[in-house]
């Protein structure tokens, strides 16, 4: 029995020690992994950070022989490049220099309406029905409420010439009107060139438009006049379809009209998510100056103004923190050569729209055009790193090239860029050369 127990007793003593020398082993294995990750993730860290030592300092070297280049060229270059990851300024000459953006001004105003109206803002044509309607006669007016929508199709028309017809109307005895009274009634931009008009370039500036104001049955001419136009293509489709009308029917009026009382029979929209395709990757002037007035029309909903939307654009650089002092602007699609801007604005510009992700980064960078794939620089880059990798807005006038936007980098940084370039007398070499920039940066 004495034996039994101490064989008992040792059999417990050597599980005891064993548990415990088992326990001993297990925390120190635990602390032994946590100590090789912590290592390891330290290793990683140095290594990453030499990584981009190493590019940073290469990407350098090859801007600074771009650098130089420039300083020799027969046009003046303006160079801003932020690094949006790590939030810091990486390259820059001559960015402080007051250039003209041209079409990159785009930018501005796209970034300007989404942060004040939004995404999902709508541009709205209504029209509405005054009068009564007897055994198929309307004894009154057509009313229909410009909202200046670039977007408005020829099959928008269509559809409200059968909304008219649907409302049991065979017969107009009134008016066809054309409420223009959103905006003033300037036709033109400032410091818009008078031999640039009428043209798909230089847009007539009407609230009430159709087909981006190309014309249906080729008549140039009516460009200047596209609210007319639209309304007697109106009259046309309502022959077409059987709604009589006077020959002398339509009418425009400059004051919100008596006729667009009550709730409107027929609604056409487009959101500015809608719309920012088109103006960004076809640099579309209509559209440009169609989010202008939408601006505008927030400041003052009856006969708004250019200046009423610009100076939006203006409290939206204060908002961005931007200096303003070597900024002017006059439209809102850069046709003018009376704007000015600066590449590192530009470049503030684009940083302030990446650090509001979801309200405008995400729209405005799906928007853009992207090298050697689609827009204004579909045949640009088509081979390189820069393919794929950049998506940006152009700008051309007879002796400007700009192209601003962001570039995604081997490093997997995201860069914003400014390239302005004036006083050419080859655009096709500003091309080049921004093009050769934009493949450093994505090297």
Request: proline fraction near 3%; hydrophobic fraction near 40%.
């Given at each position: 029995m004495k034996r039994l127990f101490i064989l008992v007793t040792f059999i417990i003593a050597a599980s005891l020690c064993w548990t415990s020398c088992g326990g001993c082993s297990e925390s120190d294995r635990l602390s032994s992994e946590s100590d090789s990750a912590a290592l390891a993730s330290l290793e990683a860290q140095r290594m990453k950070e030499?990584?981009?030592?190493?590019?940073?300092?290469?990407?350098?070297?090859?801007?600074?022989?771009?650098?130089?280049?420039?300083q020799s060229a027969n046009f003046t270059t303006a160079l801003c490049i932020y690094?949006?990851?790590?939030?810091?300024?990486?390259s820059a000459f001559n960015e402080q220099k007051t250039m003209i953006p041209a079409s990159t001004h785009k930018l501005l105003t796209s970034?300007?309406?989404?942060?004040?109206?939004?995404?999902?803002?709508?541009?709205?044509?209504?029209?509405?029905?005054?009068g009564s309607i007897q055994q198929g006669v309307l004894?009154?007016?057509?009313?229909?409420?410009?909202?200046?929508?670039?977007?408005?199709?020829?099959?928008?028309?269509?559809?409200?010439?059968?909304?008219?017809?649907?409302?049991?109307?065979?017969?107009?005895?009134g008016s066809i009107i054309g409420d223009i009274s959103m905006k003033?009634?300037?036709?033109?931009?400032?410091?818009?060139?008078?031999?640039?008009?009428?043209?798909?370039?230089?847009?007539?500036?009407?609230?009430?438009?159709?087909?981006?104001?190309?014309?249906?049955?080729?008549?140039?001419?009516?460009?200047?006049?596209?609210?007319?136009?639209?309304?007697?293509?109106?009259?046309r489709e309502l022959k077409a379809i059987g709604v009589e009308t006077k020959e002398k029917a339509i009418r425009l009026v400059f004051s919100p009209s008596?006729?667009?009382?009550?709730?409107?029979?027929?609604?056409?929209?487009?959101?500015?998510?809608?719309?920012?395709?088109?103006?960004?990757?076809?640099?579309?002037n209509l559209y440009a100056e169609a989010l202008l007035y939408q601006l505008a029309a927030t400041q003052r909903p009856i006969r708004a103004t250019a200046k009423d939307g610009i100076q939006?654009?203006?409290?939206?650089?204060?908002?961005?923190?931007?200096?303003?002092?070597?900024?002017?602007?006059?439209?809102g699609s850069g046709i003018s050569l009376y704007n000015?801007?600066?590449?590192?604005?530009?470049?503030?510009?684009?940083?302030?729209?990446?650090?509001?992700?979801?309200?405008?980064?995400?729209?405005?960078?799906?928007?853009?055009?992207?090298?050697?794939?689609?827009?204004?620089?579909?045949?640009?880059?088509?081979?390189?790193?820069?393919?794929?990798?950049?998506?940006?807005?152009?700008?051309?006038?007879t002796n400007a090239s700009c192209l601003t936007g962001y570039a995604t980098a081997s490093n997997g940084h995201l860069l914003a860029f400014s390239i302005l370039c004036n006083g050419t007398t080859s655009r096709y070499s500003c091309r080049l050369f921004q093009d050769e920039i934009c493949q450093e940066l994505t090297k």
């Open positions: 030499e990584k981009n030592r190493i590019w940073s300092q290469q990407l350098h070297e090859r801007l600074q022989a771009i650098e130089e280049k420039a690094d949006l990851t790590d939030d810091s300024l990486f970034i300007t309406a989404l942060h004040f109206l939004g995404k999902d803002h709508k541009l709205r044509t209504q029209a509405f029905c005054h004894n009154g007016d057509i009313c229909v409420v410009g909202g200046f929508d670039p977007a408005f199709s020829y099959q928008d028309l269509q559809r409200l010439a059968k909304a008219v017809k649907n409302l049991g109307i065979q017969k107009i005895s003033d009634s300037l036709r033109l931009g400032y410091g818009w060139s008078w031999d640039d008009v009428p043209s798909p370039i230089t847009p007539c500036l009407t609230p009430l438009f159709l087909n981006h104001q190309r014309p249906i049955d080729g008549r140039m001419n009516m460009m200047m006049n596209a609210d007319e136009y639209f309304l007697k293509l109106l009259q008596d006729a667009r009382q009550g709730k409107a029979f027929f609604t056409a929209t487009h959101t500015i998510k809608d719309i920012l395709p088109t103006l960004l990757q076809e640099s579309d939006l654009l203006w409290n939206l650089l204060e908002q961005a923190g931007i200096e303003k002092q070597r900024i002017r602007i006059v439209d000015g801007t600066t590449a590192q604005a530009q470049v503030a510009l684009l940083r302030y729209a990446y650090n509001n992700k979801e309200s405008i980064f995400d729209v405005l960078y799906s928007s853009l055009p992207v090298a050697g794939e689609s827009g204004t620089i579909m045949e640009r880059m088509t081979e390189g790193t820069a393919r794929g990798n950049v998506h940006a807005k152009t700008g051309t006038h």
